[in-house]
């Protein structure tokens, strides 16, 4: 049997790759090596040096290419690394639309590194595709797409947004670091690239920062690879290897992750304490449908404003919980739980995040695996107490 018509869960664990050449180890080894001897110049067993490609690196990027549905993969020291390099393929006058609400660290790198090279980003609440089609004009070279946003939960419909950046010659990409490939496929549903944060559910144990890039064109992913050659924000072999072994069990961890979310999500929907919780899974979502379209469930990452919206009592909740850690990130395998404006989009001005609905009493939680009931007790002792 082909590795490409293995179904999802198998190519997690076979996706792209094969026993190492060397002794036939079964994961491959951390080739801590910076280069490769030569026995003549140019006469290598395919690697030279460890910025241009690494064994272990490679094993990663093929296996994100396998659990993508995409024809190359491309592997960088963090997810913004791999932002830089998309990026990067524009010229200056280019412009860029975005979604409104995203990471802050997503925003400040288009703001506040590339607008001074002369490009321009719009970013227009995506909900509603006819926003996107509204700011086109003939310098729009890019469309920037995370679906669900962080930390919002928005569902942007990545058929629709495919169909318009088609119809106009636009690149399109998706940030699917919230989704993951086990809930959506973004190069099936048209999308040109898509990117991960690897640091959260692809590594899924808290233990790496790593981006990725999966891409299905040949001459996109030589634009992609020349990119990140010349511009040299790669990852290293340890953090490689840590990725590649956290995608062997990305779909259980997802499905406890799902079901886990789920739980939380309706227990703090039924919370007489709880002003608003956001979740695609409620099917008084803005956008449920498009989300039961195109996600097959819909995960674990939560928002919620406690009632009256007021800061300190969000605040007081936050420093309450004893399970949930207070930390940046998500997507690992222990829930987390972050007060978004002060933390991961406090590089938002305080206006544009407020547009979005992150406001200074916003809570977000990143479901973790363990037992539910223990999450839900934690979640209760620091909203009642
Ligand atoms: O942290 P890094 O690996 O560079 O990835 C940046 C990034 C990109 N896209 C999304 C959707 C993200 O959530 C992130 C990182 N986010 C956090 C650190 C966070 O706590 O939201």
Wanted: aromatic share 8%; hydrophobic share 40%; proline share 4%.
């Amino acid at each position: 049997m082909s590795k490409k018509e293995l179904r999802f869960n198998s190519k997690t664990i076979h996706g792209g790759q094969s026993p190492d050449k060397a002794y036939g180890a079964v994961m491959p080894p951390i080739y801590q090596t910076s280069t490769f001897a030569q026995s003549t110049p140019g006469g290598h067993q395919g690697f030279e040096y460890s910025r241009s490609a690494n064994p272990t690196r490679t094993a990663l990027e093929n296996s994100l290419a396998s659990i993508e549905n995409g024809n190359y993969g491309l592997a960088f020291g963090s997810g913004l690394a791999a932002m830089d390099a998309v990026i990067k393929l524009l010229d200056p006058g280019d412009e860029v639309i975005s979604t409104n609400d995203l990471y802050g660290g997503s925003y400040r790198i288009f703001k506040k590194i590339f607008e001074k090279y002369g490009i321009v980003f719009h970013f227009v609440g995506m909900q509603d595709v006819g926003k996107i089609a509204a700011q086109i004009n003939k310098n729009t070279k890019l469309i920037w797409v995370e679906t669900p946003t962080n930390p919002m939960m928005n569902v942007i419909d990545i058929k629709a947004v495919s169909q318009l950046a088609k119809k106009h010659n636009i690149l399109f990409a998706v940030d699917n670091t919230f989704a993951t490939p086990y809930l959506q496929q973004p190069l099936d549903m048209g999308a040109d690239i898509v990117m991960h944060s690897a640091t959260k559910y692809l590594g899924g144990h808290s233990d790496v920062v790593l981006g990725a890039l999966v891409v299905k064109d040949k001459e996109l992913a030589d634009r992609l690879y020349f990119i990140q050659n010349a511009s040299g924000a790669v990852c290293g072999p340890m953090d490689s290897f840590l990725v590649l072994r956290g995608i062997k069990t990305l779909h259980v961890r997802m499905q406890r992750h799902c079901e886990n979310g789920k739980a939380v999500a309706e227990f703090l929907a039924k919370h007489p304490k709880i002003e608003k919780v956001y979740w695609p899974g409620f099917t008084d979502h803005p956008n449920h449908l498009v989300a039961k379209d195109q996600m097959s469930d819909f995960g674990g990452m939560i928002s919620f404003v406690p009632k009256g919206a007021d800061y300190h009592t969000a605040i007081k909740i936050v420093e309450r919980l004893q399970l949930f850690t207070l930390a940046e990130s998500l997507g690992g395998v222990e829930s987390l739980a972050g007060h978004p404006a002060s933390m991961t989009h406090a590089s938002i001005p305080k206006e544009e995040r407020e547009k979005s609905g992150v406001v200074d009493a916003l809570i977000r939680l990143s479901v973790g695996i363990e037992d539910v009931e223990d999450l839900i007790e934690d979640l209760r002792q620091a909203i009642e107490e």
